[in-house]
């Protein structure tokens, strides 16, 4: 026996298959680990230590995995929270593109109706236009009592179209003087008004809707009260209107009245008088 031997004593090995220490089976195996002491003095660890709660080893390594791990959990949860709000701000952003698109689709729409109907109305206006030197000639030939027989039946037909079309006339004798709806082609002084007043109608006014197609050509009287606060003598209405040249205008055509009238009244500008001012 070497020396050495002797004084190390006996030599017990540990061939218990189950480790006292950690209570996990021993690999006997030859090539397998070993649960013995380490080299530095420690148990060495069963095969199955590091099934464990948590995977980590029993010792103060675990305190600084756990740390480690809730500021992983804290980190990602703050980033959640990041991506959430950002989510939540563009949402809100498309929400006001979505809504300012609508809004600006109904305003459009709007837009479109309107400038329909303003269409329309032109374009219902110009051939109601061109019917009322038509309805001018029927309503002087109804005066004479030459509306009869077929041309009757035409006549009313075609101003019962106008009249579904929208197309109403206005203007009669003793109505007040308004300038956006009578046209005045002479002018006269007359005791019996209060307020100047269309007298006499030469031709009716139409209009469809509140669109004025053509006003009313009238002749208009003033109270005689204005012309002696302008020249101290009133002019007598018979004066002022004879009716020969009240029926000349009233049977003449519409472009007749219109140029008679607009030649009057230049004439008149020019020699400063008054349609209805006599010497």
């Known amino acids: 026996m070497r020396p050495e031997e ?6 017990v090995r540990d061939r218990r298959r189950i480790d006292p220490a950690t209570g996990q089976v021993r690999d006997t195996g030859e090539g397998g680990p070993r649960s013995g002491p380490t080299p530095s003095g420690q148990p060495r660890p069963g095969k199955h230590s590091v099934s464990r709660p948590g995977g980590l080893p029993a010792d103060g390594t675990s ?11 804290e ?4 980033a959640a929270k990041e991506v959430a709000a950002e989510a939540t701000a563009k949402l809100a952003e498309r929400t006001a593109d979505l809504q300012r698109l609508q809004a600006e689709y109904a ?10 109907l303003a269409v329309r109305e032109q374009a219902l206006a ?30 009313e037909s075609l101003e ?16 007040p003087f308004d300038p956006t709806l009578h046209d005045a082609l002479t002018h006269s002084y007359s005791a019996d008004v209060t307020e100047p007043t269309a007298v006499q109608i030469f031709q009716p006014g139409y209009r469809v809707g509140e669109r004025i197609i053509r ?22 209405a018979a004066e002022t ?18 140029a008679h009238a607009a030649d009057d009244a230049a004439d008149q500008e020019e020699s400063g008088t008054a349609p209805g001012d006599t010497d």
């Open 126 to 155: 110009n051939v109601l236009n061109e019917l009322v030197p038509v309805l001018d000639d029927i309503g002087r030939a109804r005066e004479h009592g030459e509306l009869t027989g077929g041309f009757k039946s035409v006549s």
């Open 241 to 258: 209107a004879p009716a020969e040249d009240a029926a000349h205008t009233a049977e003449a055509g519409p472009s007749e009245d219109a």
């Open 215 to 236: 006003p009313a050509r009238v002749a208009v009287a003033e109270p005689s009260s204005a012309a002696e606060a302008g020249d101290g003598e009133a002019v007598p």
């Open 63 to 73: 305190q600084e995995a756990g740390d480690e791990g809730r500021d992983l959990a």
């Open 6 to 11: 002797e004084s190390q004593g006996p030599v």
């Open 75 to 78: 980190a990602a949860a703050a």
């Open 107 to 116: 305003n459009y729409r709007k837009r479109v109706d309107r400038d329909r």
């Open 160 to 175: 019962a179209v106008a009249a579904k079309l929208g197309l109403t006339s206005f203007g009669e004798a003793g109505d």
